[in-house]
């Protein structure tokens, strides 16, 4: 592995390790909490924006503009979406049909889409409303509550579906509401919906992989907080979208250990237990976390449902009721492979067979643990569909000092722009790098 430092201020700096045929360098900075990115229909690259850690409605959507192939960076970011709430990714659609562009957008509360022209700077018409999501819970800093939601258009066989993951309101808990832990299916216009799985406690990244067994619909996934610092696994799946559905993924009774689905003997809490839940026989100090001081409300709050045993109207309950939580793992789908715990994998991005590096790979953005005296994660790992042993890619996202964990940054998400040739965000320093082989000609 070869060191690259890289300075994104005035006196700040980064150094980032690479295997010695890589490059990497800054393509964009002064972003605040970059997430994932998308190409357009017309070849645009375009990123999402959280703003900040909090549930807000300050998110954007960007379009990474300019790029100067001298010095690998984009020298304008237009805005062409503002004000949202916590945007997590995009996806695009043309409707071959109609020739539209559609831009799919899922928000904490709703996903919406924009009629998308070529070169369009903002949107030309209003959104439309597909689907309402569970929009409330516990504030995102304390572990508890996820919310992003992620979509994927998948066209395959002459059809067109429509998938959005949204994550659980807590860490560990019997949840009142179908689409929390869940992936939803729809058509393009949000017709037909149908729920295919649940028991995913938090698949913050899906995508379409139409290499791999005749195409997939794969998710990373992240196990829950209460089992101490080695356990659970977290999860990479591949989600079944057609016979029998929904599949249930396990949560929460049903956790991965060692790359096999172990059920979770720990009794589910209620509101008069709630605090009793913790994070294992290994306790983490409250303060050792890149969230800040958290003042214990992390071992209680989280391990209630949205609501806190108040009854909520559930907007999605023509799609079915949560799923009783299993007393049995052994019909959990296995899982494609499996990271430490507390590893957090978010973004990833498979290479095809043609590039000549890194073809035939899986890259997956590990965000790293909340409590960074763990250690697991903040790296970028490697594995493909015959050996599914992660292994380090780029490091260099958590270092020591004096022994002490420090935070330098932390991969988010992971797009393919050519051969061997990717972006990663880094929502942690607002960054975007630029990753290509050492040897090319540029």
Known sequence: MKPHTLVYAKGKSITLNLP???????AANGLKRVRFFAKSPDGRIFATGMYNLSDNKRGSVFILDGWDEKTHRFTKITHYLDHLRNPNNLAFWTDPKTGHSWLYLPLTDKMVRYRYKAGDNAPTSAPQTLIHFPDYGLGYKYGGWHLTRTVEVVERNGHTRVYVASGSSCNYCQESEVLRAAIVAMDPDGSHQTLIAEGLRNAVDLRYV???????????????????????????????????LPRNYGWPTCYFAQGKAVHDATPLPNLKDAGKLTNGPEEVDEEDSVYGKQNGVAAAGTNLAAGGGHEETDPNAALGKPPTPLRSCQSVPPAYTTFAAHSSPLGFQYFPQGDAVLGGSFLVALHGASHPSIGTGYRVARFTPSNRTPQPFITGFLARTAGLPKVHGRPCGILRIAPDTFLISDDYLGLIYYVYPHAMDY
């Open 210 to 244: 139409p290499e791999v067994d005749g195409g997939a619909l794969m998710a990373t996934n992240m196990g829950d907080d209460h089992l101490g610092r080695k356990l659970p696994d977290d999860t990479f799946f591949e989600i079944a979208t057609s016979g029998e």
């Open 20 to 26: 010695a045929s890589f490059d990497i360098e800054i």
